[in-house]
Every structure is written in C-alpha cells, then in structure tokens.
DNA sequence: ACGCGCTTGTGAACGCGCGCACAAAGTCAG
DNA sequence: CTGACTTTGTGCGCGCGTTCACAAGCGCGT
C-alpha cells in the first residue's frame, strides 16, 4: 500500500486506486516545455465559458499533436473522461499546481535597459501566477526611477529582495552578466532567466535557461539562405 | 557528376575528392540552432588576435561538449587540421556563409512597443551580419517616430519595405499577431519570428520560429516548484 | 627522415521523444 | 439493460540527437 513509483505495466489493480493526487512521476522535460502552451490555450477556452475540451480540440488550439497532448497530460495524472475529454477548470488546476503557480513565486530582474524594461512592462509577461516582483540595475541613476508600478533598486541591494525560491532574470549587457549571475547565486537563488548573449557558468544545483534573440533571427537566415540557394538551383 | 544530395554511406571513394567547397549536405536542425553559439565565441576569440582554437577550446567556450561540436562543424564541411584545431577565421567565413549572413539580409519588425524598441535597440542584436531594417506599427500615432535611428512607418506600407528574403519579427500583442503574420506573408516574407504569445498559423512554405519569454519562466517555476517539494520530502 | 604526441573526424551504441494505431473505458439513446 | 459511439490512455516502432571511444592525420622535435 506504500506509494511506490508507477511501473510501466500498469496493471487495472493499480488503477484501481484513484485516490492517489501525488504521483511523484518524472515528467519529461519536453512535456514540461509544453505545459504553459496548453495552459495558456486552456485559460483562453475558460474565458469563453467552455467546460470540457477534447484532446483533439486542445491540441489545435495548443499547436500540438493529439496525441503527444494525451500522454504528457498523462504524466501528471490529470485523467481526462472518456467519451468526455477534460475538464478545462480542473486541467488548469493541475497543469498550475504542477508548473508550481499556484504559489505566486518571486520574480526579480536585473538589468533596466531597453530589454529590461519590456520585460517588466510585458503585462502578460507570465499571463496568470507570475510577474517581476522586483527591478535592479547597477546604475546608480536608475535607482528610484518607477517602471511598471516597480520601484528600480541597486543591484546591491539583492539579497534583500530575493527570497528562497526567488527565480532570478538577467537581461543586462553580456558584459557584466556574469557578475550579476554570480551574485544572484550568492544570494541564494537557485533558477536563473538569462537574456544576455553570454555563456553563463553556474554551479551544478543552480538551474540556467536562456533565451538568445540573435541566435533566433540567424536561425531563421540560415533558412532563409537555403531556401534561396534551393531557388537558384531550380532556376 | 552532377552535384546530387549527398547520401548516408558516405564512402571513402567520395572524400577522396577534397576539391568540393559547396557540399549540400544537409545540416540537422539541432546543429543550425549551435552554430550562432560557435560564431559568438568565435569572433571573441578573433577579437583577442586568436588564430587557431582546439574544439576542446572552442566548445568549452561555447558551453558544449568538444565532441558535439566536432560533429557540427564536420557537416558543414569545413575541416579544421589534426593536432593543430581550427582556423579561427576560416572557420567565421564558414559559419557565417552557411547562415547566410556574408550578404546582409532584411530584417522588417513589426509591433514598436515595449518590445518591439528593446529589440531595435538591441545592439548587438545580431552582432555581426544581421539588423534591423524597418520598423512597422499599426498606430499611426507613432508612424514618423524616431527609434534606433529608425523611422517607424505604417503596418500598411509593408509592402513596400519588404524585399525577397526578408525575415519578418512580431512584436504586437498577441491579439494583432495573426493578422499581422497573415500581412507579412501576403507581402511575400518566408520566415517569421514571433515573441507574441499566441498560436500563428502560417502556410507550410514559411518557416515560423516563436520565442515566449513566459514559457521560459514557467518552465523555471516548474524546476523551482520540483527543488522545494524534494526538500520537503528530505525534511 | 621518422616516430611521437596531439587533435580531428566518425562509427556505433544508447536514450529520448514523436506519432500511429488500438484496446479500454466511459457516455448516451432507446 | 444493452449496444453503439466517442474519446482517452498507451504499447510499440522509428528516427534524431548525444556521447563515447578510437582510428586516421598532421605537425614538430630530433
């Protein structure tokens, strides 16, 4: 009777038992990726007062597959209704405790430059459950200046606004995103946003993403370039 | 003869023709999306008078694994030397070539808002090679407007700053998205990126990439929300 | 000239993720 | 209650990408 890991048979006895809401399964780091699509296209099916949704309908709307939509909601265990589909209140529910926004959790940027300031002023920035809780910037001029209904602080004062599960978002020049990542680290922040064109360094238990806007655009030129050398060989 | 695709076996007989500048081979998407890392660091190095770089080096550099990017750029066909590395030069004409960023190519924004002047602003947006051409937005009252040196014209004039292998970037809210990518590909664009939060639906001969800067942060919140749950199962 | 050591290029194995296709399971009408 | 229809959940095969490990090559010192 101990909850032990679900193994792959998974017998119609262990079904059996429904009332097991934490099933501490690993979810696929692809289907947490696509979590906040379905999420986002689930609050826009509640604003129209839309009560359960099929996976083949949300999977249009999401821009995914039906089925890749079935078996990462699987992975949370959210059980859908056969012959129903899911219900779009209780999907949201799930997607958000499991995403971790049921808590609102910490949000603090460094950097309030051009980028900086969108990302504060982005109103939908996290649409429902997140949202920057705090500005910082190196320079001494900035301090004091309101932007989006935030107060900018130096970025010395750090350790005073982050708190434990504080997630931490740099968007300052390349040149001194390290040092503002390094200090982040020391203050405890362990999950780091980075916007700067840089490879960041950081300790093992400390998550790093990033988000590389140049990187995007030479993709698509790379796509681009072929296409037209596809041309020219046609011609 | 004749310059045919270039086929798995890949034998020994068919190196032994080292005189083939132009090999079209394909290059995996997941290479494509490296390749940018690789010409940043790259062009640092070239900035500090480095001529050649191991790929231990260079992948260090570019936070990889040396072996990965053996592998990439042995696509790509430009070989470095044995026991000696990369030219570093070579190896940016190369990159650079096969992204097609040797001739400069358009690049129309459309959606001045907080994020559309943070990304023409972004200076180093796309270091070398790449930039922004035109601002487009469709409130008029910003039409003239002075931005990154930029003057902002009308969505409406679209056609006219859009030439042959122009990458269009959405920067509107996510609620002008669609119309806005259905405009840019009536003007003939073939690759689009798009920062709004939204689903676009795009003709299959156009190549749409989306960056979602709330997608990342969730994802984020998720590794958070994962980190605190395991330490209260420690605790 | 010649071997020694360094570095590249790649064969092969592994693991992950995707999508098909189908059985299980539920709803609804009669 | 039964049977037909709908939709979920998932077993399975496939292809891509990553990584290891090593043979092939190249320069350099002697």
Redesign the pocket.
């Known amino acids: 009777m101990t909850a032990r890991r679900q193994e792959?048979?998974?017998t119609?006895s262990e079904?059996a038992e429904p009332r097991v809401p934490r099933r501490r399964e690993v979810i696929?780091?692809?289907?947490v990726a696509?979590l906040p699509l379905y999420l986002r296209a689930l609050h826009a099916l509640a604003d129209d007062a839309t009560q359960t949704?099929?996976?083949?309908a949300?999977a249009e709307a999401a821009g995914?597959?039906?089925?890749?939509l079935?078996?990462?909601?699987?992975h949370l265990g959210?059980?859908?209704?056969?012959?129903?589909?899911?219900d779009v209140q209780h999907l949201i529910s799930q997607i958000s405790r499991e995403l971790g926004l049921s808590r609102r959790c910490s949000v603090v940027l460094v950097g309030v430059g051009n980028l900086g300031r969108a990302l504060a002023g982005y109103g939908g920035f996290a649409s429902r459950g997140l949202g920057i809780d705090a500005l910082l910037d190196a320079d001494r001029a900035l301090t004091g200046e309101q932007i989006a209904g935030l107060t900018v602080r130096h970025v010395d004062d750090l350790a005073e606004v982050v708190v434990p599960g504080s997630i931490g978002v740099i968007a300052t020049p390349a040149s001194a995103a390290q040092t503002v990542c390094d200090q982040l680290v020391r203050a405890g922040v362990t999950s780091i946003l980075n916007f700067a064109p840089t490879v960041l360094t950081v300790p093992a238990h400390v998550d790093l993403r990033k988000v590389d806007l140049s990187i995007e655009l030479q993709i698509l030129s790379f796509h681009e370039h072929r296409k037209s050398l596809a041309e020219g060989v046609t011609a």
Do not use: F, H, Q
């Open positions: 792959r048979p998974l119609t079904l696929p780091e692809a289907t696509r949704i099929s996976s083949e949300l995914v597959n039906s089925a890749k079935r078996k990462d909601l699987s959210s059980y859908g209704t056969r012959g129903v589909g899911y």
